[in-house]
């Protein structure tokens, strides 16, 4: 099975044109589930899913009575085990886009009913027969505007890399992923020409830098550790929600790796028609809007834009402004080479 590959210009273009037209609870499974009008959704918890709560899941409840029940540890092993077993206790989930073509290409996730699902106003790179975008995320350079006097702060992933002419300890995120393709811009090679990654190449540049990062893992730690002061510049996907809460930091799209999350269906679900149902309203304008006043992603729905806070739409990487200062993260790329890549990860890492 294929799946198409999503060019940058054919993105950008498309993200262009867009914009100018909780804690969870454990559950128990049981057959009569469908009968009960009960959804259950898995996710990545922290602020992003209790945003999921708030915007989607609350307003769908109340206007439809289906019920969103609520787990957390979404992880590709976790969704196979379930559909090759035939036991398949998720109805819906939202997956990064290097993890959807690996689901995709495995069959573990049923083509979207879109006589249901309308997705006429979402950025037509994201709508796929098996998977529709829900939010357009940036990974971006992160700075404590503590740290850098007006004028000083980094702005480009050269000057991150730059340990002598910029001080400070950096933080970096604990994965190939991302990692790589700045460790690529920083020596050089253009943003449009980054894939097939050139990996002895990123690796060397990397080497550059190593002695002077703090690795983190988690998405909600760049921040913490920014305010603290053990790190003064890191890339982040959610420092922008933190800046808008009034947090002392700042954010360059400069180079800045561009991904989105896709609603899917895992194959096999009793609840694909509710879970349909579900998609449809998360993909609808006023939902999105609401969204980004917990999490600040980009709303893939052209229609969202205007109903956005205008504190916030000058910095979501569904402005186009930003779009065009980044890359779009290779989903094709990272789905068919993320184990053998993260091995040698994790190797060097090591070294």
Known sequence: ????????RKFLSQVTGAAIAAGAVPFMV???RAAQQQLVFAGFGGAYQTGQQKALFEPFEKETGIKIVQTTGVDLAKLRAQVQSGNVEWDFVSLPDRVRYTAVRDGLVIPLDYSVIDAR??????VTPQAVGGVTIPMLMAYSTKA?????????WKDFWNIDGLPGQRGMYNGAVYSLEFALIADGVPKDRLYPLDLDRAFKSMDKIKSRVLWWS??????????????VVTPSVRAITAMLEGEPLAVSY???ALTYE???????TKNAANAMKFIN??????QQAELTKYIAYGPTNSDAAPLIDAKARPYLSSNPENAAKGFLLSGDYWGANLDKVTERWNEWRLS
């Open 262 to 268: 896709a609603w899917v269906v895992p194959k096999g």
């Open 148 to 156: 850098f006097p007006p004028g000083k702060a980094p702005r480009t």
């Open 281 to 286: 309203f998360a993909l609808q304008p006023r």
């Open 30 to 32: 049981t057959e009569s």
């Open 218 to 231: 988690q998405m909600a730690q760049p921040g913490p550790l920014l305010q603290s002061g053990e790190i």
């Open 121 to 126: 106003k979402i950025v037509p790179a994201l």
């Open 254 to 256: 400069e180079g800045a």
């Open 1 to 8: 099975m294929t799946t198409p590959s999503l060019g940058r």
